[in-house]
């Protein structure tokens, strides 16, 4: 979804950091073979993602909801050289696709793939981290934050996708909406908690950046 008029934000995209060439060719893959394209976090969010991550300069990160693994890659760009970033997925049918890019990239052996129930995946790593990306199933996003907040280190970063739902947040809420329902109550939630300082972007699908205190 475009918050500004489409001339203005192919002016922006254009004079952003350019797309990188594998980036390129597994959007094209994700577009030729899997359901449901649009998913990919693209070319501009990508570049966000690379852009703070390299501010950053995570040890560990976090991402739940791994689609093709655009974001990881994205996200990967700026971990430390010891770093380590875990991902999490439910879909089974996509593990090989993320497996070929992930090994195509210079972070193979960084990135650790995870199978399954975030919420019952989480508890279970042994790690805090300094970067989690969530951009998985709506109605569990408060479930999320509850489960990471206490796995994140002082000043680490949670980066939360699609919390503007297509503009449905400011919308009349439709009866068995529980998406939009989800996505009302989280995003007042990280206005609200005091464990965390909030920034709402409109970038793309509305992107939040919190930041642990």
Not at 83 to 108: A, P
Not at 112 to 125: E, S
Not at 180 to 203: F, G, H, Q, S
Request: one cysteine or more; hydrophobic letters at 35%.
């Amino acid at each position: 979804m475009h918050f500004i008029p489409e001339a203005l934000d192919d002016y922006v995209v254009e004079h952003s950091e350019k797309e990188p060439k594998l980036l390129q060719q597994l959007t094209r893959e994700t577009y030729q073979k899997i359901l449901q394209p649009r998913m990919l976090s693209g070319h501009y969010q990508g570049r966000i993602l690379s852009i703070l991550s390299k501010l950053i300069r995570p040890k560990n990160i976090l991402e739940i909801g791994t689609y093709t693994g655009y974001s990881a890659l994205c996200l990967a760009e700026g971990m430390t050289k010891d770093g380590q970033l875990h991902t999490i997925d439910i879909n089974e049918e996509l593990y090989d696709f993320q497996r070929k890019y992930f090994d195509l990239s210079d972070y193979s052996s960084q990135i650790h793939q995870h199978l399954g129930d975030a919420t019952q995946i989480i508890p279970d790593l042994g790690v805090n981290f300094d970067l989690v990306f969530i951009d998985a199933d709506k109605p569990n996003y408060p479930t999320y934050f509850d489960i990471i907040i206490d796995k994140m280190n002082p000043g680490g970063v949670i980066l939360s996708d699609n919390v503007l739902w297509s503009g449905k947040v400011i919308q009349e809420l439709k009866k068995d909406d529980i998406s939009t329902e989800a996505l009302l109550r989280y995003n007042k939630l990280l206005a609200n908690d005091p464990r965390i300082e909030t920034v709402l972007l409109p970038v793309r699908d509305g992107l939040t950046i919190s930041r642990v205190l």
